[in-house]
């Protein structure tokens, strides 16, 4: 039985840009289905179709769309309503922004659960308490009573696939609903939705960028670029045996914890760009006191690559912002080049890129103008400037010309180059990238990582590449941290961090990296058990 049926669906917007163009697939009931493109491929637009979101838009929709029996295309606003958290709900990308922050996550739950069964305010606030435990919140009857920001991101994610399996859908849309979230986290969030499907019988339509989250969550695979169909099938034979080359290029960005060894850099040295020692870091005061960074010692050399990994709350930021100076350290030592630097001086030798590019550029200023900071802080002319961004522009892959345009007008990759362009003004010794691809899909991910390297080899940059993803780490690195709140637990060389882990956290890490192989997949899922909260 068909619980989906697109029939050469098309999207197109008031901009003129056709977002989907004649796609068809069908999603039978139980089933899980993977459809995965780039950032731009129409994937969103596609889930919002399902849904009939473009509805009142402006946006021009063609083609059939049938989901749990109802016509999306033909039906009324009071069916599409009873459509959407009736028998389909969805899953978003950002928890933060799907949940109010002004209400108990208890309450946005049951609220959902009375607009579509009538049930008395009891019954509803019963209702969330059963949903959120369904999903793994521990201590569910207090819980419901928080607020959003009281959640991590792990557990703000299963409340809002609480929040959808609360009038038990027949359908699940989950929109990216990995992203940014570290493996481990990562790993629980798709055995959840695994078990959920097994337990339900639901149908799962999982939108991803990421072809490992698609091997380990569906059956069938649905390859889209430009709106269109490139390739679809068993995920098993898509993955092992692609037959269009854009799905080979897409693998082939996956990065692997199997990869060859980063080759090393012409330019590396012995030469100890920047060490720390005993780096500690607390927030608060007395009792509340919180330790975020433990006795850190590590070092970086000229022309190498320290990739330092651990989950979200590990201290990796912390300890980051702390080589840069942007934290003073409340005890321990750095030293960049031998010499004793103040804690809490920033360095122009040492700068970072951000995760966030957008949150990191002042949309009100132009790119050009952002970059040029660290040259007109010198002292630079204008004419020196402009010449120089423009170099610089140049150097990470952007077009001179693009100086006088506003960070909305690129894309995240092309942000992300933004930020690049404006820590190598400042002509660094080493530059701290600070989850820079994490939010990124496979193919820009690997454009930015390749990017990095090219400089490094010209320039003899030291790197420190904060990450939550290993393989990236492994393909990147030289050296790796392993860092477990706030304390480094495993310390040396990739090869052998990777290949021959000592802590049982770092082997914890590794077991969670998504494998693009369904029977690799298998059996790590029956290793695995689900833990209480993410």
């Known amino acids: 039985m068909n619980l989906v049926r697109v029939r050469d669906l098309g999207v197109e917007f008031d901009s003129g840009v056709r977002a989907v163009d004649g796609l068809s697939f069908t999603l039978e009931a139980g089933r899980a289905l993977a459809l995965v493109g780039e950032s731009g491929s129409g994937k969103s637009t596609v889930a919002s179709a399902l849904l009939g979101l473009h509805r ?22 009071a069916q599409l309503r009873r459509l959407r958290g009736g028998k389909a709900a969805m899953v978003f990308q950002d928890p933060l922004s799907s949940l109010d922050p002004y209400f108990a996550v208890g309450d946005q739950i049951a609220e959902v659960y009375r607009v579509h069964t009538g049930a008395s305010r009891r019954a509803a606030r019963a209702r969330a308490v059963r949903v959120l435990d369904r999903v793994g919140i521990p201590d569910p009857v207090r819980r419901a009573r928080s607020r959003p920001h009281e959640f991590s991101g792990g557990m703000r994610q299963r409340a809002l696939i609480a929040m959808a399996l609360a009038c038990e859908p027949e359908l699940l849309i989950a929109d990216e609903p990995t992203t940014a979230l570290d493996v481990t986290v990562q790993a629980q969030i798709l055995d959840l939705l695994h078990a959920l499907r097994n337990e339900t019988g639901m149908g799962l339509l999982l939108i991803t ?12 695979v649905l390859v889209v670029r430009g709106g269109r169909e490139v390739e679809r099938g068993a995920v098993r034979d898509v993955l092992r045996a692609p037959r269009r080359p854009y799905t080979r290029e897409l693998l082939s960005a996956v990065p692997r914890l199997d990869a060859p060894p980063k080759p090393p850099s012409p330019r590396t040295s012995g030469e100890v ?25 590590l070092s970086v050399r000229r022309g190498e690559t320290l990739g330092v990994v651990g989950e979200s709350g590990s201290g990796k930021t912390t300890l980051g912002r702390m080589l840069v100076g942007l934290l003073e350290p409340s005890a321990g030592k750095l030293r960049h080049e031998g010499v004793e630097r103040p804690g809490g001086r920033v360095d122009p030798a040492v700068q970072m890129v951000f995760q966030d590019p957008v949150a990191s550029l002042n949309p009100r200023r132009s790119i050009g103008e952002s970059v040029a900071d660290p040259l007109r802080a010198r002292g630079a002319s204008d004419t020196f400037v402009r010449g120089r961004v423009r170099e610089l522009l140049e150097r990470v892959g952007l077009e001179p010309a693009h100086y006088d345009r506003y960070p909305h007008q690129f ?3 092309q ?30 991910q690997a454009q930015i990582t390749a990017l990095l390297a090219e400089l490094q080899r010209d320039l003899g940059l030291a790197l420190v590449f904060i990450a939550h993803d290993l393989a990236v780490v492994r393909q990147v690195s030289d050296r ?7 304390r480094l637990v495993e310390y040396g060389p990739v090869d052998e961090v990777y290949g021959s882990p000592r802590d049982p956290y770092t082997r914890q ?21 689900e833990p209480a909260a993410a």
Request: net charge neutral; glycine share 10%; proline share 4%.
């Open 273 to 297: 760009v920047l060490e720390a020692v005993g780096l500690r870091r607390e927030f608060g005061h007395g009792k509340r006191a919180v330790t975020a960074v433990d006795d850190v010692t």
């Open 480 to 486: 790796v941290a392993v860092l477990r709140r706030g």
């Open 56 to 77: 009142g838009t402006g946006a021009r929709v063609k083609g059939s769309v049938r989901v749990a029996g109802v016509d999306v295309q033909e039906a009324s606003p």
């Open 209 to 220: 960028h990421d072809v490992g989250v698609a091997a380990e969550s569906a059956e069938e």
């Open 509 to 529: 890490l590794l077991t969670a990296v998504p494998s693009l192989d369904p029977e690799t997949v298998a059996l790590r899922r029956g290793a695995r058990t």
């Open 415 to 444: 942000r992300q180059r933004v930020g690049i362009a404006r820590a190598l003004a400042a002509e660094p010794r080493l530059i701290v990238c600070d989850e820079p691809v994490s939010a990124l899909d496979v193919t820009t």
């Open 411 to 413: 894309s995240g990759g």
